[in-house]
């Protein structure tokens, strides 16, 4: 039986993403290292090797949904021009596009969200579980799986893949390393949303492209 803990052991090993690891574990029934194999052979291991090495070049593309009602930028890099001219690069950075428009994150990953708003967001889930008449002693328990659940909401690396929610991005952002053989960042993106106004608050990033626009 693969468990939870195989595969965080599996992914925190090898840093291939979680769909990844819990399929080689159970091709390899279990077995590690069979697992790390697995994984090897597919060159998806690799991916977090490559991970360290800096990514410069790259693409921004836009992204513009058919009725005009909410638009995407997003900036994303890869070690060499070479490879940023890559079809299979190229589409990826659509995909992700596409994805931020859909699925509406506000970060790219966990660690970009400010501390208060964690907290901000903690407290507003304790107080949901004490107004359901959870006891105490589980509340906090029931706040850790919740706040996973927030996670998977707003980190753009966390959130199942419009295409194949049975992958994350993290998932296709490893596999698309494995594949191109390069270093892949998702740097920055903005978020734009007719009658909204700006989704993703990145002022660096947007007043950037402002200037850009205006010459």
Known sequence: MVTAGM???????????????KKALAEANGNMEKAIEILREKGIASAAKKSGRIAAEGLVDAYIHGDGRIGVLVEVNIETDFAAKNEEFKTFVKDIAMQIAAAKPEYIRR??????????EKEILSAQARNEGKPEKIIEKMVEGRIEKFYKEVCLLEQPWVKDPDKTIQDLLNEKIATIG???????????????????????????????IKG
Do not use: H, S, Y
């Open 7 to 21: 595969v965080k052991e599996l992914r925190e090993k090898t840093g291939a993403g979680m769909m990844d690891c």
């Open 182 to 212: 390069e270093n892949i960042n998702i740097r920055r993106f903005a978020r734009f949303e007719r009658g909204e106004g700006i989704e993703k608050k990145q002022e660096d990033f947007q007043e950037e492209v402002m200037k850009q």
């Open 111 to 120: 660690e970009e969200i400010p501390a208060e708003v964690i907290e901000k």
